[in-house]
């Protein structure tokens, strides 16, 4: 039975995999609560989504909330239907366009390198593997799990077998599953139906979108600088003035820089960003620095501009506090003795401001967060001020008083504004697509002013 009214949100991120049927494989990783999102996530772009779940799957969870999130019922036993056949066979009116096992244990990679089949999930692959139905896993697993040499070699031979993975962040000693937000974006790359089909292409019906080939050759020419997340200031050195930037915006922009070709990447990031693994293994092109003031920010930011011509662009995403301490106290400050508190701030350099002055031919793409204001034409006007009075090339503004984009999201809207004058509104979509659109807007400028 298909509950018709669960699949109420289809397509309404976009259609990008509208017509696709998306076998989502489910195992007994702790990070199966992700896993009803990321099939929501896959409808939200037009998908429809079967559920497939492991036993112990089915022991961490309760196969109806897979029920409920995709509005399909879970495979859980394999039956005489033959629902592995079901899923695969060519002449099957079922079969899935993509298999994704999110998220995947140590022992389902094991079983699956190895041809084991017998559960849903295993028995699925192992019926699909060079069915020509793409594969994708998204693991999750302790960190002594996945530098286990037995796993690394199983996921290298599913790898030659045409499998690919979908990597997440190494921290806190686990290896974390992919963001939801990361993982429908491979899936979208892998099946997706052209930007130019989709909704949300009416972002940019200019010439600009249908530019895409020839924006990223001339973003192969580019060495480009990103900030990202929050800066902190020392109180003392326990306590610190920081903001709630989490660098995600940042992140994706040096993701998609790395993806459209750019002949290098540095990402420049305060603490607590997550990076993810496609970076920290990148091909050579990226360097990553980690830093904590907004001086480091800035010094590191200048020490690469001034190695002759490796970098001519800064992408400013990054969130420096703004004030610093003037007098940070070694050690730490006592409550009981200092009852009350009083702190002299003085404002941090302008980042921007300091590299348009030292480097005035870097590209320069700077973010203004504004707070709380009254409509679009009010933040337009405010970003079209920071273009003129801060001689940047692009500037890029959004309205951080929103709780549903921005800080912490996984999503954004913003404008963007350019020398000439054009204001862009990208409307909400998620980080990586609006990172997308603005590196296009980024190759089609620096093409403009040469
Ligand atoms: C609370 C808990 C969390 C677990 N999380 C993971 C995990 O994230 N990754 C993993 O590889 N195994 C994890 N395991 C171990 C697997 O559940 C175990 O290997 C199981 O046999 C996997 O079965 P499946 O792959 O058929 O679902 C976890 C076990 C428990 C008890």
Not at 329 to 354: D, H, Q
Not at 372 to 396: P, Q
């Amino acid at each position: 039975m298909i509950l018709v009214y669960l699949k109420d949100i289809t397509g309404t991120l976009g259609n990008e995999l509208s017509g696709k049927r998306i076998a989502l494989c489910v195992t007994g990783s702790i990070s199966i609560t992700e896993a009803p999102g990321i099939a929501r996530l896959l409808m939200r772009h037009g998908a429809d989504v079967i559920p497939v779940l492991t036993p112990r799957a089915c022991e961490f969870v309760s196969p109806m909330i897979f029920e409920w999130s995709t509005g399909n019922p879970p495979i859980t036993k394999l039956t005489g239907k033959v629902e592995h056949v079901e899923l695969v066979s060519i002449q099957s009116s079922k079969r899935a366009d993509l298999i994704l096992i999110a998220p995947c244990t140590a022992n389902t990679i094991g079983k699956i390198s190895s041809g084991i089949s017998d559960e849903p999930v295993s028995t699925l692959v192992c019926t699909a593997l060079g069915s020509g139905i793409p594969i994708l896993i998204a693991s999750a697993m302790h960190e002594p799990m996945i530098k286990n040499p037995i796993i690394q070699q199983a996921k290298e031979k599913l790898e030659r077998e045409g499998v690919k993975f979908i990597e997440g962040s190494l921290v806190e000693s686990k290896s974390k599953l992919a963001e939801p937000e990361e993982i429908v974006q491979a899936v979208i790359s892998e099946i997706g139906k052209s930007k130019g089909d989709t909704k949300k292409e009416s972002i940019a019906k200019s010439s600009l979108r249908q530019e895409t080939t020839s924006d990223e050759k001339r973003l192969a020419r580019l060495g480009v600088i990103v900030t990202a997340g929050p800066t902190r200031e020392p109180i003392d050195q326990v306590r610190f003035i920081t903001n709630a930037s989490t660098g995600k915006m940042g992140v994706a922009l040096a993701v998609e820089a790395l993806l459209k070709g750019s002949k290098r990447v540095c990402l420049i990031h305060g603490p607590g960003v997550v990076v993810p693994v496609s970076l920290t293994q990148g091909d050579g092109r990226v360097r990553m620095e980690s830093v904590v003031t907004t001086q480091e920010m800035q010094d590191s930011v200048l020490s690469k501009l001034s190695k002759g011509g490796e970098y001519n662009v800064l992408i400013s995403a990054g969130a420096p506090a703004d004030y610093t301490n003037l007098s940070p106290v070694t050690g730490k400050i006592s409550t009981s003795e200092e009852r009350t508190l009083k702190l002299e701030l003085s404002a941090t350099k302008k980042i921007i401001a300091v590299v348009k002055e030292q480097f005035p031919k870097t590209f320069v793409v700077a973010f203004k967060a504004e707070h709380g204001l009254k409509n679009s034409k009010e933040l337009s006007l405010k970003a079209l001020e920071t273009l003129k009075t801060s001689r940047v090339d692009i500037v890029v503004a959004n309205d951080v008083a929103r709780t549903d984009i921005g800080f912490g999201s996984d999503y954004n809207e913003v404008l963007v504004v350019t020398k000439d004058g054009k204001v862009r509104n990208l409307p909400k979509a998620s980080k990586n697509e609006i990172a997308a659109e603005i590196l296009d807007i980024l190759a089609e400028e620096i093409h403009r002013s040469t």
